[in-house]
């Protein structure tokens, strides 16, 4: 799959290429990923690709034209028989989750537009745009974070990039549930009446029941912190009757 992404800030990106697993599926060109400095497409005689905004106010607009532009020369380059998605990040935009990700790994890739300032002239929005994405309810000043959000959750989604394929399904938001908590050595952090210990049962070296007290862990923590991903898999249907007495006693617990 290919990325391609407009942006003013291309430097911010090359960091995250080489390092930490996720540079297994950049490198290897399972997700390739080619940087467009929008600049490059900006009104002569100084490459501007900003204005002031109609109407008055503050912050600069990004241009339409050099946009547009811009958005040729990459579906040139690309030359897709079937043109992917273009997608503008936006505090507005609809939440990015585990399953949008999930969308974007299993397909060719999109173009990915980081917009600064104000945001983008509505009229390219309009005319190009097909997919407007927030990664929350807070403002960024740019979308080359949401970007790499993006490419890092895609990337490492891919075959073979981290060690254990297990790992991404264990993790929170795959099967729609919070992770449940991890422990590693020492069994003993600390010492005396303050030290903290491993749960024992995932010292006893019985499979099932580690894997019960994991989905308990996770059940209780979907309830306490997200009772509305706990309640949307209760209604689907995706959980076993264990599941749902493991929930009812958090639930009750937490009265
Ligand atoms: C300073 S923000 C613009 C905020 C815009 N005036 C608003 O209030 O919605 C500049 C750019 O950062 C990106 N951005 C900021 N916060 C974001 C978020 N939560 N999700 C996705 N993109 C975001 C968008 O590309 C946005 O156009």
């Given at each position: 799959?290919?990325?391609?992404?407009?942006?003013?800030?291309?430097?911010?990106?090359?960091?995250?290429?080489?390092?930490?697993?996720?540079?297994?599926?950049?490198?290897?060109?399972?997700?390739?990923?080619?940087?467009?400095?929008?600049?490059?497409?900006?009104?002569?005689?100084?490459?501007?690709?900003?204005?002031?905004?109609?109407?008055?106010?503050?912050?600069?607009?990004?241009?339409?034209?050099?946009?547009?532009?811009?958005?040729?020369?990459?579906?040139?380059?690309?030359?897709?028989?079937?043109?992917?998605?273009?997608?503008?990040?936006?505090?507005?935009?609809?939440?990015?989750?585990?399953?949008?990700?999930?969308?974007?790994?299993?397909?060719?890739?999109?173009?990915?537009?980081?917009?600064?300032?104000?945001?983008?002239?509505?009229?390219?929005?309009?005319?190009?745009?097909?997919?407007?994405?927030?990664?929350?309810?807070?403002?960024?000043?740019?979308?080359?974070?949401?970007?790499?959000?993006?490419?890092?959750?895609?990337?490492?989604?891919?075959?073979?990039?981290?060690?254990?394929?297990?790992?991404?399904?264990?993790?929170?938001?795959?099967?729609?549930?919070?992770?449940?908590?991890?422990?590693?050595?020492?069994?003993?952090?600390?010492?005396?009446?303050?030290?903290?210990?491993?749960?024992?049962?995932?010292?006893?070296?019985?499979h099932a029941a580690i894997e019960r007290w994991r989905r308990d862990r996770a059940l209780a923590l979907t309830a306490e912190r997200r009772p509305d991903l706990a309640a949307r898999a209760e209604a689907e249907g995706r959980l076993s009757a264990a599941d749902r007495e493991a929930l009812a006693r958090a639930r009750t617990a937490k009265l």
């Amino acid at each position: 799959m290919r990325f391609d992404v407009i942006t003013l800030f291309p430097e911010l990106f090359a960091p995250h290429f080489v390092h930490g697993v996720t540079r297994r599926a950049f490198e290897s060109g399972q997700v390739e990923v080619k940087l467009w400095q929008l600049r490059d497409f900006g009104d002569p005689p100084h490459a501007r690709v900003d204005d002031r905004p109609y109407g008055g106010g503050p912050g600069m607009v990004l241009l339409a034209e050099p946009l547009l532009r811009a958005l040729a020369a990459v579906r040139a380059d690309r030359g897709d028989a079937e043109p992917v998605l273009l997608v503008n990040f936006s505090p507005a935009g609809r939440p990015l989750g585990q399953a949008g990700v999930g969308e974007f790994a299993a397909g060719p890739g999109a173009i990915l537009l980081c917009a600064r300032y104000e945001g983008v002239d509505q009229r390219f929005i309009d005319a190009e745009v097909d997919l407007e994405l927030s990664v929350g309810d807070y403002v960024l000043s740019g979308g080359e974070i949401p970007a790499l959000a993006l490419l890092d959750a895609v990337a490492r989604l891919q075959p073979g990039v981290l060690g254990d394929a297990r790992s991404h399904e264990q993790d929170s938001f795959s099967a729609g549930l919070l992770d449940c908590p991890h422990y590693s050595r020492p069994e003993l952090l600390g010492e005396g009446s303050a030290a903290a210990a491993v749960p024992p049962v995932l010292l006893s070296g019985n499979h099932a029941a580690i894997e019960r007290w994991r989905r308990d862990r996770a059940l209780a923590l979907t309830a306490e912190r997200r009772p509305d991903l706990a309640a949307r898999a209760e209604a689907e249907g995706r959980l076993s009757a264990a599941d749902r007495e493991a929930l009812a006693r958090a639930r009750t617990a937490k009265l």
